[in-house]
């Protein structure tokens, strides 16, 4: 059985870069704007953020403060300083993980099998 996936990214391009990077064989990804999340929550977000107070930002936070959603994990995309991204009061959350842009698609897996399955 395949483990549900979210790709969230305002730039469609970006959510079908970062959905292809998932392998298919384990995970059933689907794609989503910022502003079209469904009520179907998957088992871990892969959300591309490019820069602090964007559309992406308020769904992680949003995701956090809701008690039905604040234990999913998600995997933060990103070119941001990593300064900049440990700032943020969610980053220590750990549930939260952060990849580098440009995305290497092994450390992506490795990331969310890690999010998924931590002991």
């Known amino acids: 059985m395949t483990t549900p996936i979210t790709v969230v990214a305002t730039d469609a391009a970006v959510r079908d870069r970062l959905a292809a990077l998932i392998p298919t064989e384990a995970y059933a990804v689907t794609t989503q704007s910022p502003n079209e999340l469904g009520s179907d929550m998957p088992q871990?977000?892969?959300?591309?953020?490019?820069?602090?107070?964007?559309?992406?930002?308020e769904v992680i936070q949003t995701l956090r403060a809701e008690d039905a959603t604040?234990?999913?994990?998600?995997?933060?995309v990103s070119a941001l300083p990593m300064i900049d991204l440990q700032a943020v009061p969610y980053a220590s959350d750990w549930t939260i993980?952060?990849?580098e842009e440009p995305v290497d698609g092994q450390v992506l897996g490795e990331t969310m099998g890690?999010?998924?399955?931590?002991?």
């Open 70 to 76: 604040a234990n999913i994990p998600i995997v933060i």
């Open 97 to 99: 993980a952060i990849v």
């Open 114 to 119: 890690f999010l998924l399955h931590p002991e």
């Open 44 to 57: 871990l977000f892969v959300v591309s953020l490019p820069g602090l107070g964007t559309p992406e930002e």
